[in-house]
């Protein structure tokens, strides 16, 4: 018997995969091919042959709303936040995902996905059980289970490729349906969009135009967004350090509990914290603190050391926070 999977392995091997590639084959992820009707759909659609989603496009387009009950909003927010491909989504992004996520029951032996058919929708499990195989060479293999909480189907939709496998309700099961215009906008059009949306920001604070581009572009490949409500503490001195922080947009307070002759700094858009930490693999400095919302991009320390920590060393500590 198969283990149940919460997120396929298929997209994360292609997404790491794709990871280096250049802003050209990134944007020819976001062109769709023609589709047909299929066996099954939550909402049965027409075509979309029509669809052109590109990043200059991005502001034209019709949020889909589908009312649903807290207990729902509640259960896809969790789920989502344990699938790896929702993670760069910021909380407004979330919030259009789960909107868009529609309810879709579906009994006992229905095929949700038949292999080689057209993509038209990503599927979250919210209770039940389905089982995907995949013919190859004549032969049907099972790949996987299903139960609450796993996903599929995104592969198709991120890829504009055939659907790879077929996927079978093994019991009555309910399923919430993510269209693919709303898939594509949200998570397809987030990478280019967030590479681009990146590259310009960095380029346009004095620190990182000593980069080249290929060194700006690996570092907007690798950073993540993180929002902060008003009075948030960021980072807690003495704690370890695990992120770098690029302030995107709104205030943070820097305060030291401990050399107070300091007195508190305030940063904001363009300038950065987090990095003393990293840099010397001791304990955060000091506190830092939003004022108002903060929007930041973030780099794990991983990256940051791999990325950043050769142009700090050359730095001798310019700004040294936390
Ligand atoms: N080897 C596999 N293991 C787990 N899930 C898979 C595997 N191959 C395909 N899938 C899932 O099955 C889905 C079929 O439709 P997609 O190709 O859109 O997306 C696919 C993945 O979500």
């Not at 250049?22 to 939550?42: E, N, W």
């Not at 034209?60 to 649903?68: A, E, N």
């Amino acid at each position: 018997m198969q283990q149940e999977i919460h997120q396929p392995v298929t997209f994360t091997n292609i997404f790491y995969e794709n990871s280096d590639e250049s802003a050209d084959q990134i944007s020819s992820l976001v062109s769709f091919p023609h589709q047909t009707c299929l066996p099954f759909s939550p909402v049965r659609r027409t075509s979309v042959s029509a669809e052109s989603i590109i990043p200059s496009n991005l502001t034209r387009y019709d949020k889909v709303v589908i009312p649903k009950t807290e207990s729902q909003t509640n259960f896809i927010r969790e789920a989502l936040a344990e699938i790896f491909l929702f993670k760069d989504l910021d909380k407004d992004q979330l919030h259009d995902v789960v909107a868009a996520m529609k309810e879709c029951p579906v009994t006992s032996g229905t095929r949700v996905i038949k292999q080689g058919d057209d993509g038209d929708y990503f599927y979250l499990v919210q209770s039940g059980r389905l089982e995907c195989h995949i013919r190859k060479d004549g032969h049907s293999k099972q790949v996987a289970v299903y139960g609450s909480k796993s996903s599929f189907g995104e592969v198709a939709l991120m890829y504009n490729s055939p659907r790879s496998a077929t996927i079978t309700a093994t019991e009555d099961t309910i399923l919430f349906a993510l269209d693919r215009t709303t898939f594509r906008r949200l998570l397809v059009n987030n990478m280019a969009h967030k590479r681009i949306t990146y590259e310009t920001f960095l380029t346009n604070i004095p620190f990182f135009q000593s980069l080249s581009v290929g060194e700006r572009r690996k570092i907007a490949d690798a950073l993540e967004p993180r929002t902060f409500d008003d009075q948030d503490i960021v980072i807690a001195q003495g704690d370890a350090g695990d992120y770098f922080y690029l302030i995107v947009s709104g205030k943070a307070e820097v305060t030291n509990s401990i050399n107070k002759t300091s007195g508190n700094t305030t940063l904001e858009e363009g300038q950065y914290f987090g990095e003393c930490a990293l840099i010397k693999d001791v304990p955060r400095t000091a506190t830092v603190i939003a004022r108002g919302q903060l929007n930041c991009a973030v780099l794990p320390r991983q990256g940051f050391q791999r990325l950043l920590g050769p142009l700090f060393d050359s730095m001798d500590g310019r700004q040294q926070y936390v």
